[in-house]
């Protein structure tokens, strides 16, 4: 994954925040692969169920 600590403590925070902290935040795309280069990075957030 290329992605350091930092961005993913600032992805995962920051996401929470504003989706709940049940929330799952799941990364895909180009980023899962070491061997690629650049790329954004592509997120699928799930909110935490609400009663």
């Known amino acids: 994954m290329r992605l350091t600590t930092d961005q993913i403590n600032t992805i ?3 996401c929470r925040a504003v ?3 049940s929330a799952l935040v799941w990364l895909y ?3 899962l692969d070491d061997t690629c280069h650049g ?3 592509d997120l699928l957030i799930e ?3 609400t009663q």
């Open 12 to 14: 995962v925070k920051t």
């Open 19 to 21: 989706a709940g902290t």
């Open 29 to 31: 795309g180009s980023r």
């Open 39 to 41: 790329g954004d990075i």
């Open 47 to 49: 909110p935490a169920a």
